[in-house]
């Protein structure tokens, strides 16, 4: 079992940054492949970023390449997602999520095993 706890949400101007983290426990981190999802009001769960346990394989929504990074420190059990020029449209709960599969990077929401909480995140124009 691996619990996942998120935090690092909040609310910031179009434009503004702000650094998700998510501290992971129950399972050795570096066997995981870690992602991060989000979810507006009224919409899917969506993919944004996931990086498997080694970093060499990375993928990104096409909405937030250039602009958000997904990095992972493995000694800390903690994987981190940098958001910088935010748009009202990031606005959504941000998920923290873990797929036993450490190798292979998955867009897919139903392939991870493992979920946080989640953390809101607001953007205002």
């Known amino acids: 079992q691996v619990h996942l706890v998120e935090s690092g949400g909040g609310s910031v101007q179009a434009g503004g940054s702000l650094r998700l983290s998510c501290l992971a426990s129950?399972?050795?981190?570096?066997?995981?492949?870690m992602g991060w999802f989000r979810q507006a009001p009224g919409k899917e769960r969506e993919f944004v970023a996931a990086r498997n346990w080694s970093g060499l394989n990375t993928q990104y929504a096409d909405s937030v390449k250039g602009r958000f990074t997904i990095s992972r420190d493995n000694a800390k059990n903690t994987v981190y997602l940098q958001m910088n020029n935010l748009k009202p449209e990031d606005t959504a709960v941000y998920y923290c999520?873990?797929?036993?599969?450490?190798?292979?990077?998955?867009?897919?929401?139903?392939?991870?095993?493992?979920w946080g909480q989640g953390t809101q995140v607001i953007v205002s124009s």
């Open positions: 129950g399972r050795a981190f570096s066997s995981l492949t």
């Open positions: 999520a873990a797929d036993d599969d450490r190798l292979i990077v998955t867009t897919t929401a139903s392939r991870y095993n493992y």
